[in-house]
């Protein structure tokens, strides 16, 4: 079983190394495949993680789906 500080430290980690993807407007698998697979995978292990300690994950600039690419 993870510690609660464990768990932040993963999520401080993850944040870390998908910043480029999650400071971004999302991207979709039909315009930039590598760019969406990388939010998807941070995104979804973040809410994961957050859920975990039972909070809710903040919001990102990848979350913004006004901001789409086209």
Do not use: W
Not at 29 to 44: F, S, Y
Request: charged content about 35%; some cysteine.
């Amino acid at each position: 079983m993870k510690t609660e500080k464990e768990i932040r430290a993963a999520i401080k980690q993850t944040v870390k190394d998908y910043r480029h993807v999650l400071d971004c407007g999302p991207a979709s698998v039909q315009i930039n495949a590598p760019r969406a697979l990388m939010q998807q995978t941070a995104t979804v292990r973040l809410a994961t993680l957050y859920e975990v300690l039972g909070e809710k994950r903040p919001k990102f600039e990848c979350d913004d789906s006004s901001k789409l690419d086209r």
